[in-house]
Structures are given as structure tokens and as C-alpha cells.
């Protein structure tokens, strides 16, 4: 398994009391799969997508990333497992506006160490995968938003992760584009043997799902999925 997190508890200071944010959450994700999690605002949601990514520490329970329990492990053995294991879609792209597509990628495989001609042919092997290749010379500003999205998704994916955490992608698009980047990212999965976990607001994306997980008041309870 990609992602597997094991009765993870998550509280946050409350005044004098603790609220808790996830309340004993268990979730596997396996490779080429695709789990949107659902719920309404401030169910756990983030808390979720955070405790996966090792960005916050659970109080209880087990995060297993590729294999690796990442129980105890120092703040920047985590660091490094994300940086190779995780890959992060955001609701909004945050493109350098000073970059090209081509570039925005290439930063990442830069911070882990890359030479700049693999990076750069790892860059557009990527954009090729998104639809983007004949724009990698282009800048944010000369981009649509389903465009900047797609650059989004091909840049967490620049590491090679085994997980892909994806928060809203399509909370900026119309329905047309949207739908484009949610059938893209099922693609990709499939194709690069991601664990991928979608959080979405909208039921419509519940279809491309494999799994599909509900989170109120911090618990999680899992569906049937709409695929076979």
C-alpha cells in the first residue's frame, strides 16, 4: 500500500479544553487508486490531507507512507520523505509569475538535487503528460486557469511520489475545465501508480472515484466506490 493512516487521533488547543479535528481515522489508499473524501466545512477534511502529507503530527496512530512508518521520525527525515513520497495539488496553483511552465517544475526537481538537463527532460515529459508541452515557455499570467491547474498537478508529480494529496483542484474552474483536470488526475493515476486522495465539495466527482470517504465531526466512515 501507497497510504495507509491507522486510528489516527488529531486534537487542537480549545481554551482549556483540546477539539478533536480526527477521532480515530483509518484510510488505505493502493497504488492507480483513487479516494475522494467528502464532508461539509470544518469536518476534517485539511486535518486529513495535513496528518497524510506528515505536515502535522497525529497525537495517536500511525502514518505509513511507501512503506515507511513515518512514527518518530525526526522533522527532517519527514521532510525528505515528502519531498520523494508526496506529491501536493493545491486549490490554487501558486505559480512564480516570473517562471515558465517548464521552469515551475524544474525548481522542484532543483531543491532535490537534479542535474538541470534531467530535470528539464523530466519537466517535459510531464507537460507532454498534462497537455502542456507546447506551452512550456509560456508564464502564469499567459495561462488559463484549467491551464495553471494542469501545471499544478504535473509539478507535484515532478518527484516521482507514490502519494498525491489533491485539495479542491477545481474550486477556481467552470464545470468543462473542471471536469477536464478531475479526468486528467485519474489518468495520471492510473498511469504513474499514485495513492491519490481527492478532497472535493462536489458530488459529480464522486463517479471517477475508486473509493469514496466521509468525514464529519473528525470520523471517517467509507463508501462504495462508483467504479468496479
Known amino acids: 500500500m501507497s497510504l495507509e493512516l491507522t486510528d489516527v487521533t488529531l486534537t487542537y488547543p480549545d481554551g482549556d479544553a483540546r477539539l478533536t479535528a480526527l477521532d480515530e481515522v483509518s484510510l488505505t489508499v493502493s497504488p492507480g487508486c483513487l479516494t475522494a473524501v467528502i464532508g461539509p466545512?470544518?469536518?476534517?477534511?485539511?486535518?486529513?490531507?495535513?496528518?497524510?502529507?506528515?505536515?502535522?503530527?497525529?497525537?495517536?496512530?500511525?502514518?505509513?507512507?511507501a512503506g515507511t512508518d513515518t512514527t518518530g521520525l525526526a522533522r527532517a527525515q519527514l521532510t525528505a520523505l515528502r519531498r520523494?513520497?508526496?506529491?501536493?495539488?493545491?486549490q490554487q496553483p501558486n505559480l512564480l509569475p516570473s517562471l515558465t511552465a517548464a521552469?515551475?517544475?524544474?525548481?522542484?526537481a532543483h531543491l532535490d538535487g537534479r542535474s538541470p538537463r534531467k530535470a528539464r527532460a523530466r519537466a517535459l515529459e510531464l507537460l507532454a503528460a498534462v497537455?502542456?508541452?507546447?506551452?512550456?515557455?509560456r508564464r502564469p499570467h499567459q495561462l488559463s486557469g484549467g491551464q495553471r491547474q494542469r501545471i499544478n498537478i504535473a509539478r507535484a508529480l515532478m518527484n516521482e511520489p507514490?502519494?498525491?494529496?489533491?485539495?479542491?483542484?477545481t474550486s477556481a474552474l467552470d464545470h468543462e475545465r473542471g471536469a477536464a483536470?478531475?479526468?486528467?488526475?485519474?489518468?495520471?493515476?492510473?498511469q504513474r501508480a499514485t495513492a491519490t486522495v481527492l478532497v472535493t465539495h462536489?458530488?459529480?466527482?464522486?463517479?471517477?472515484?475508486?473509493?469514496?470517504?466521509?468525514?464529519?465531526?473528525?470520523?471517517?466512515?467509507?463508501?462504495?466506490?462508483?467504479?468496479?
Not at 521552469?103 to 522542484?108: G, P, R, T, Y
Not at 497537455?131 to 515557455?137: F, I, N, S
Open 41 to 65: 466545512s470544518g469536518s476534517g477534511k485539511s486535518s486529513l490531507l495535513a496528518v497524510a502529507a506528515t505536515l502535522i503530527r497525529p497525537d495517536r496512530g500511525r502514518v505509513v507512507l
Open 84 to 90: 520523494t513520497t508526496v506529491g501536493t495539488v493545491f
Open 103 to 108: 521552469e515551475q517544475l524544474q525548481v522542484m
Open 131 to 137: 497537455g502542456m508541452d507546447r506551452l512550456a515557455g
Open 162 to 169: 507514490a502519494v498525491l494529496l489533491v485539495d479542491e483542484p
Open 181 to 190: 483536470v478531475l479526468d486528467l488526475l485519474l489518468t495520471l493515476t492510473r
Open 202 to 228: 462536489d458530488p459529480a466527482h464522486l463517479g471517477l472515484a475508486d473509493e469514496v470517504a466521509e468525514v464529519r465531526d473528525g470520523r471517517l466512515r467509507l463508501r462504495t466506490g462508483a467504479r468496479p
